[in-house]
C-alpha cells in the first residue's frame, strides 16, 4: 500500500510540475512584447481588439489626403497602451502622396525606381523644398494623435557613391524630423543600422530600430554567419537604450500547424533569444493582414 501511495505521490508531482512549467510558458508567451506592422488593408476597429504593443500602419488607407485617418480612429488603436506609429518614406517621393505633384519636376526627384513603381529616389535629402513637404508630412502624422513616425527609406543614402555625403544629408533630416515631432514622439527606422558608422549620433535621435528579413528571407532561414553579423552591428543600438523590431516574412499562410508553425516559433525564439521583438509576417511581404497567430502574437 505505501509503494501504492508513493507512485501516486510521483505521478502527481511530475504532472503539477509540467501544468506549471506549460503555465510558466504560456505566460512567458502572453507577456513578451510583440508588434504589428499592416500598412494596407487595416481596421482601426480590428486592431484596436488585438493586444500588440506596438502598431505601425499608414496615416492614411490610401495614402492620400481625402483617405487620412482622423484622431478618433487613431485613437481608437491605442486602447489597450497601444503605440501607434506612422509610416513616413523620406528617402523616396511617392507619387500617391500629397506633396507629389509640388515637387515631381524638382531636379532633386530621380526617376520612377524600377523596384517599386510610383516612388523616386530623393538626389538630397536635406533639400529646403523636401525637408518643407517632409515637415508638412510629420504634422500632419502629429496632428491626426500617432505616438510617432516608421522611418522608410532611411537606407537610401545606400544608392549613392559618395555614401558618406548622403549618409549626412540624411541625419541632418532626421534632426529635424526629431525637431518636428519633438522629445515625446517616436521614431522608429527601417534597416539604417550602419548609419550608425557614419554618425553615431543615431542612436539618441531614435527610439526603434526596425529590421527586416534577418532570420529568414521569406521561408528559407538564414546563415547563423549571416544574422550574426547583423546582430552585431545593431549592438551600439540596443547598448543605447534603442528597441529593435524584427519583421521576418516566415508565415506561408497555410495555417498554423506543421512546418508552418514550427518556422515561425523558430523566428520569434531567435528573435526574443536576441533581445528583438518580432512580428511574424506573411511570405508574399505585402503587409496587408492583420496576421495575429494564437499563442504568438496578437491575441
Same mark, same amino acid.
Given at each position: 500500500m505505501m509503494r501504492y501511495y508513493k507512485y501516486i505521490l510521483t505521478v502527481f508531482f511530475v504532472v503539477t510540475i509540467l501544468i506549471l512549467s506549460g503555465c510558466a510558458k504560456a505566460n512567458k508567451t502572453e507577456n513578451a512584447k510583440t508588434w504589428l506592422c499592416q500598412f494596407q488593408n487595416f481596421s482601426p476597429s480590428s486592431i484596436s481588439k488585438t493586444?500588440?504593443?506596438?502598431?505601425? *500602419? +499608414?496615416?492614411?488607407y490610401d495614402g492620400s489626403d481625402?483617405?487620412?485617418l482622423n484622431a478618433t480612429e487613431v485613437e481608437e488603436m491605442k486602447s489597450g497602451g497601444k503605440i501607434v506609429l506612422a509610416y513616413m518614406n523620406v528617402g523616396y517621393a511617392e507619387e500617391w502622396r500629397f506633396y507629389w505633384n509640388k515637387i515631381k519636376n524638382a531636379t532633386f526627384v530621380g526617376n520612377d525606381d524600377t523596384r517599386w513603381r510610383g516612388e523616386h529616389l530623393i538626389l538630397d535629402?536635406?533639400?529646403p523644398i523636401w525637408e518643407n513637404a517632409m515637415h508638412q508630412y510629420v504634422s500632419k502624422i502629429k496632428n491626426a494623435g500617432f505616438d510617432g513616425v516608421y522611418l522608410d527609406g *532611411? +537606407?537610401?543614402y545606400k544608392s549613392f557613391q559618395d555614401e558618406k555625403k548622403h549618409a549626412g544629408e540624411m541625419v541632418t533630416l532626421l534632426k529635424d524630423v526629431r525637431k518636428w515631432l519633438g522629445s515625446e514622439e517616436k521614431i522608429s527606422i527601417l534597416n539604417a543600422y550602419d548609419l550608425y558608422d557614419f554618425d553615431h549620433s543615431i542612436v539618441n535621435l531614435v527610439n526603434y530600430l526596425s529590421v527586416e528579413?534577418?532570420?529568414y528571407l521569406k521561408t528559407?532561414?538564414?546563415r547563423t554567419s549571416y544574422y550574426s553579423s547583423i546582430l552585431n552591428e545593431i549592438k551600439p543600438f540596443i547598448e543605447n537604450g534603442v528597441e529593435v523590431l524584427s519583421v521576418d516574412y516566415v508565415d506561408d499562410g497555410s495555417g498554423y500547424s506543421g512546418e508552418n508553425m514550427e518556422r515561425i516559433e523558430d523566428y520569434v525564439e531567435l528573435a526574443r533569444k536576441s533581445g528583438l521583438v518580432p512580428y511574424a509576417a506573411r511570405s508574399n511581404m505585402k503587409l496587408n493582414n492583420l496576421n495575429v497567430i494564437p499563442g504568438i502574437q496578437g491575441e
Open positions: 493586444n500588440f504593443n506596438i502598431v505601425v *500602419v +499608414d496615416y492614411s481625402s483617405k487620412a535629402f536635406d533639400n *532611411v +537606407d537610401a528579413s534577418l532570420f528559407r532561414k538564414r
